[in-house]
């Protein structure tokens, strides 16, 4: 669990009866009735789509695990596994080295404030375009006959023939990944140069002071002030990996073949393709249940509340 | 030493840092070039780089003649509602956990949980949500999708109000306190206007996640949550309204908003009822779709699937149309 141990004042008013305070009382008849039904709200869904995992999806009949089984012996389930595995180990590294190079760079290179804040507002732009259209966007760039990419490469001569982006297995995941890259990297310099003004003064000049070059500056004392945001972007980002759908959806539908059928794109298909849903909904368990398991490791072993 | 690192500055740094920009800039011109081009410029052979006549006919064409101004109310409508929603229950969770004298183990008991619904794929959680929306009968309304939203919402809203809260200082609202002043006014007058900024920076947040959405409300039966008006749907033995569907064509959005005016629910229908357009058929449409809220007339006519297009671009989706039928692979 992470570690919230700030210290409270004691508590004002102590009321005479009853194991809880005044406002502890307070507290939980304002938290009790709206977790509770937050709770009911979340969880019920969950309870429907354990009892449709357990059902036939011809008919409705009681199956017992059939469902579970052959959702978990498809051989497609553990392509979009894999696939997903290399969507992550693409974007994740190359969007926080990217994005942290980039705020070094500004933080040291850039002193204008004028620059500076035209850098903020162009990392804005892409977070508030919806990924559908970023989507769309992406296709004007990497689509076959009017995709701007092959346009550019022919006028410069550097290739004759059109490049199939997304026909092809080899570049149709990094083409797929580079539009993440693209809409995220942003991100990660906003959080992270924001963290590199917030490294302290005196540090840095004390540092300097007693000759340390920029290289040590960074590593040794500012990478030590990111390493909390550090962590946050990888969590984040990879909560959103699971996620990921619009774009991959736009841009190559899963394939060519299924390269790129990342496991929201699969179970997408399970459900409305094979119109399986008793299949559909016990992927769905599992899917919630493997990210639960990972989830509380990870909150165990990053401490994601400091403060 | 210190020469030495602004020359490397300056030779390195800054062309380096032209370049990322330059690469990354150019799809968003190249978007709003190509928003700008006329019909016939699209299809020319050679592209060019410029639009050599600028015309602001595409955005006419879908705002006013397509009626997408419609949508783009549905979804101001929508994201709103869920704004304000979102940050009532936000406020209602954090103000007890900040503000309050509760044990650290419920704070951060609260607080992980809040995070853990944010690590749930939409995808995987829509199946059940649909079930869930039509049995409550808010099928087909606007309704539901603000419920949705404002839950997936609420992590964030919820850790981002946090952080603000605990910036404030407790001190302020006891001496309020002391003074007399009962815990709503405390609340209202004291903590209230302090955290605005706060809020505000949370409200445009939420508007903004709740504007991008898009696999919930594409959700091949619910998507007609995303209109306007509670509408008829075409029942699944109408065959003049299948054909309609099927070929789409003689039919304008106009007269199928009318058609819908009279505001009358369809009974829910079963899950199959849907399922008799082909899969390959759903994904095509699918794939072509304008973002989040601003496609609800995709069942009615395929036509006007074929044609609606995001506010910002207005030509984009008519180009990538063609295409993605090759291309989406169901």
């Known amino acids: 669990m992470p570690n919230v141990t700030e210290a409270r004042p004691a508590p004002l008013h102590r009321a005479g009866a009853g194991r809880f305070t005044r406002q502890e009382r307070l507290a939980y008849t304002m938290l009790v009735p709206i977790l509770g039904s937050i709770f009911l709200i979340v969880t019920y869904p969950f309870v429907l789509a354990v009892i449709q995992s357990l059902q036939a999806t011809n008919g409705g009949a009681f199956v017992g695990l059939q469902n579970y089984v052959t959702g978990l012996e498809n051989p497609l389930l553990y392509e979009a596994l894999a696939a997903t595995a290399v969507y992550a180990a693409l974007v994740l590294p190359t969007e926080i080295l990217l994005g942290l190079g980039l705020a070094l760079a500004v933080h040291r290179g850039i002193k204008s404030t004028a620059l500076r804040a035209l850098f903020f507002g162009m990392a804005i732009v892409p977070l508030v375009i919806p990924p559908i259209a970023v989507g769309v966007i992406a296709r004007l760039m990497y689509a076959p006959s009017y995709g701007a990419i092959n346009h550019i490469l022919m006028l410069t001569g550097i290739t004759h023939d059109e490049i199939n982006w997304l026909g092809q297995p080899i570049t149709a995941m990094p083409a797929v990944a580079s539009v993440d890259v693209w809409q995220w990297t942003p991100f990660v310099y906003l959080v992270l140069f924001s963290g590199f003004l917030t490294v302290p003064r005196d540090e840095i000049e004390a540092a300097q002071v007693d000759g340390a070059s920029g290289w040590s500056q960074f590593w040794r004392i500012e990478l030590y002030y990111l390493r909390p945001l550090l962590i946050l972007i990888v969590f984040f980002r990879l909560a959103d990996v699971l996620r990921v759908f619009d774009h991959v959806f736009i841009l190559t539908g899963g394939g060519p073949g299924n390269t790129t059928q990342l496991l929201s794109l699969y179970l997408y298909r399970v459900e409305f393709k094979f119109s399986d849903y008793g299949q559909a909904a016990a992927l769905a368990v599992v899917v919630l249940i493997a990210i639960s398991v990972v989830y509380s490791l990870v909150t165990r072993v990053l401490p994601l509340e400091r403060r | ?330």
């Open chain 2, 1 to 330: 030493m210190r020469r030495r690192g602004r020359r490397w500055r300056a030779v390195l740094i800054t062309p380096v840092l032209a370049v990322i920009v330059v690469l990354y800039a150019f799809p968003i011109y190249w978007l709003i070039a190509t928003s700008l081009k006329s019909r016939s410029q699209l299809f020319q052979a050679t592209l060019s780089l410029f639009p050599e006549a600028p015309t602001l006919q595409p955005y006419a064409d879908v705002l006013i003649d397509r009626g997408m101004w419609i949508l783009l109310r549905n979804s101001i409508v929508v994201c709103g509602a869920t704004v304000v929603l979102a940050l009532t229950v936000g406020l209602l969770i954090t103000y007890p956990i900040t503000r309050l004298d509760v044990s650290p183990r419920v704070r951060a008991g609260v607080l992980n949980w809040a995070l853990s619904l944010r690590f749930l794929p939409p995808i995987a959680v829509v199946v059940p949500y649909f079930a869930v929306v039509r049995t409550v009968g808010l099928y087909d309304q606007p309704l539901a999708l603000i419920f949705i939203y404002s839950l997936f919402n609420l992590p964030f809203t919820i850790w981002m109000l946090k952080g603000f809260l605990t910036e404030i200082p407790r001190e302020i609202e006891e001496a309020a306190l002391a003074d007399g002043a009962s815990r709503w006014t405390a609340f209202r007058h004291i903590l209230l206007p302090l955290a605005t900024p706060g809020l505000l920076a949370a409200g445009v947040i939420v508007f903004s996640f709740s504007w991008s959405e898009f696999p919930i409300c594409a959700h091949p039966d619910q998507h007609a949550e995303c209109a306007d008006v509670p509408r008829r749907r075409p029942g699944p033995g109408d065959p003049v309204r299948d054909h309609l569907e099927r070929h789409g064509r003689g039919r304008d959005h106009r007269d199928a908003s009318t058609a819908r005016a009279d505001g009358a629910r369809a009974p829910p229908r079963g899950r199959r009822a849907y399922v008799r357009r082909s899969p390959r058929e759903i994904g095509r449409t699918q794939a072509r779709a304008a973002p989040s809220a601003i496609r609800p007339r995709a069942r009615t006519a395929k036509i006007d699937r074929a044609k609606i297009a995001m506010p910002m671009s207005a030509t984009v989706n008519a180009v990538a149309a063609p295409q993605l039928r090759s291309f989406t692979s169901w």
